[in-house]
């Protein structure tokens, strides 16, 4: 198993910036950022695949948020710009398993935009 472990996380005023930071226990390909605001589902934010060397972006984050990962360290980092209030969320490191499923989860980090 992988474990993940977030931090980063804090209270922020609108149009300021944030990076969050995942550490993982062991080798990963692919790994992702997903975020579940109060009352709502869990979505994904951004993800990486170092194998593809492909990333991908939530509309909503597009132009603002940068994933990038550090596989020397197995760290998986989210540089967050411009921050509007509705990207307020407990924020969530994840990545795959055998199975391409992303099944392991770090435990997450708030995130607050006033």
């Known amino acids: 198993d992988v474990q993940l472990v977030e931090s980063g996380g804090g209270s922020v005023q609108a149009g300021g910036t944030l990076r969050l930071s995942c550490a993982a226990s062991?080798?990963?390909?692919?790994m992702a950022w997903f975020r579940q605001a109060p009352g709502k589902e869990r979505v994904g934010v951004a993800s990486i695949n170092t194998q593809l060397g492909t990333t991908y972006y939530a509309d909503p984050v597009k132009g603002r948020f940068t994933i990038a990962q550090d596989n020397a360290k197995n760290t998986l980092s989210l540089q967050m710009n411009s921050l509007k209030s509705e990207d307020t969320a407990l924020y969530y490191c994840a990545t795959v398993d055998e199975t391409d499923a992303y099944n392991y989860w770090g435990q997450g980090t708030q995130v607050t935009v006033s």
């Open positions: 062991g080798d990963t390909y692919c």
